[in-house]
T-cell receptor, first 110, second 114 residues
Framework: DTEVTQTPKHLVMGMTNKKSLKCEQH?????MYWYKQKAKKPPELMFV???????INESVPSRFSPECPNSSLLNLHLHALQPEDSALYLC?????????FGSGTRLTVV | AQSVTQPDIHITVSEGASLELRCNYS??????LFWYVQSPGQGLQLLLK??????LVQGIKGFEAEFKRSQSSFNLRKPSVHWSDAAEYFC????????????FGRGTSLIVHP
């Protein structure tokens, strides 16, 4: 298995909703990442987990809450988002510099 | 901190023509360099990477890139472009010393004319 699987592929949520994005990999990678990508822009790093511990938080607002329940799973919990949070959210995992990206979740906040 | 410049926002080529996408990086030590491709609505796929060794790197889909330290460049090339190569291309630099985490350039959109 050489993939990073993200679910759901599309998500529409209201500003008062709570939702979660899920990311899964079975490549034995011990580093996992969340990126945010706005249209026509490069991906921006949000969080890094290394060996299931949060190692980098790029000053992301608290309405985004990451969780790494085990070495294969990475979640991103969403609460009270704003319309400007609408974007493609990409998950990635890596080992020895080789990164594998998922296809992303297209999030729309209404 | 490392940074990447992709000077071309759009590049238009005819199918079958050769391609070169430019990338310049800024980093104090020997960088780790990557090229990724992204089709609309998709995630990023790694085309190739340079960590050390031979400065001419071969990647997937017939792409290659050359690391030139004197010019701080890592340009991506392909001898003959196919219509399916139309996509967004991102150059990225990672910090050496362990973390590798890539910092992306703004991307170059490749348009292929038949």
């Amino acid at each position: 298995d050489t993939e990073v699987t993200q679910t759901p592929k599309h998500l529409v949520m209201g500003m008062t909703n709570k939702k979660s994005l899920k990311c899964e990999q079975h490549m034995g990678h011990r580093a996992m990442y969340w990126y945010k990508q706005k249209a026509k822009k490069p991906p921006e790093l949000m969080f890094v987990y290394s060996y299931e511990k949060l190692s980098i938080n790029e000053s992301v607002p608290s309405r985004f809450s990451p969780e790494c329940p085990n070495s294969s799973l990475l979640n991103l919990h969403l609460h009270a988002l704003q319309p400007e949070d609408s974007a493609l959210y990409l998950c990635a995992s890596s080992r020895q510099g080789k990164y594998t990206f998922g296809s992303g979740t297209r999030l729309t906040v209404v | 901190a490392q940074s990447v410049t992709q000077p071309d926002i759009h590049i238009t080529v005819s199918e079958g023509a050769s391609l070169e996408l430019r990338c310049n990086y800024s980093y104090g030590a020997t960088p780790y360099l990557f090229w990724y491709v992204q089709s609309p609505g998709q995630g990023l796929q790694l085309l190739l990477k340079y960590f050390s060794g031979d400065t001419l790197v071969q990647g997937i889909k017939g792409f290659e890139a050359e690391f030139k330290r004197s010019q701080s460049s890592f340009n991506l090339r392909k001898p003959s472009v196919h219509w399916s190569d139309a996509a967004e291309y991102f150059c990225a630099v990672g910090a050496s010393g362990g973390s590798y985490i890539p910092t992306f350039g703004r991307g170059t959109s490749l348009i292929v004319h038949p």
